[in-house]
Nanobody
């Protein structure tokens, strides 16, 4: 399984950015997908998740600002990030978790930097 994120970069405070994550290998629709982030000196934390059935969940810190979605036809999961804050600055990682065995498959991460 190969997981590749894209879409990060430098964004102004209050701005928006959309991250994409393409998964190859396996059957995409069978993966529970998640976005995580890790800021310098911090542990990796869950940002948003979406099940195979399309149910979503979010960290309290991003509720109402971020939206996770998936397109099974494109083997892609997205993270729309709006009203960005400086504390959203982090490396964002995509995770594809198998239904059987809950095996995690991580991407290499994409940097999002929010400037004030």
């Amino acid at each position: 399984v190969h997981v590749v994120e894209s879409g990060g970069g430098l964004v102004q405070f209050g701005g928006s950015v959309r991250l994409s994550c393409v998964v190859s290998g396996g059957i995409f629709s069978n993966y529970a997908m998640g976005w995580y982030r890790q800021a310098p000196g911090n542990q990796r934390e869950m940002v948003a998740g979406i099940t195979t059935g399309g149910s979503t969940n979010y960290a309290d810190s991003v509720k109402g600002r971020f939206t996770i979605s998936r397109d099974n036809a494109k083997n892609t999961v997205y993270l729309q990030m709006n009203s960005l804050k400086t504390e959203d600055t982090a490396v964002y990682y995509c995770n594809a978790r198998t239904l059987v065995g809950s095996k995690d498959n991580w991407g290499q991460g994409t940097q999002v930097t929010v400037s004030s």
